[in-house]
């Protein structure tokens, strides 16, 4: 599988799981949190990292779960 950043994003009123790149998102759900737990083993089966997003498509949290030799906070658990 490729390394391809994954993104939760604002979806309207709900919150979107995504690719970087894909043109339509992964999956569509009703709550941030949810759309965050769904993104995150996404992001740790692929090795890739992990951008969290607000209502303004700022960057909020970030975390990687590939090769990198600074592991984010989640990955040192």
Do not use: C
């Not at 994954?6 to 995504?18: F, L, N, R």
């Not at 769904?38 to 992990?50: G, M």
């Not at 997003?53 to 779960?65: A, L, V």
């Amino acid at each position: 599988m490729a390394k391809k950043n994954q993104h939760v994003i604002p979806h309207g009123g709900e919150w979107a799981i995504k690719g970087e790149g894909n043109k339509k998102e992964t999956e569509v759900t009703q709550t941030k949190k949810e759309a965050e737990k769904i993104e995150r083993e996404i992001a740790k089966k692929s090795k890739s990292e992990l951008f969290i997003h607000d209502k303004e498509w700022k960057t909020i949290n970030r975390s990687n779960f590939g090769n990198d030799p600074y592991p984010s906070v989640d990955e040192k658990h």
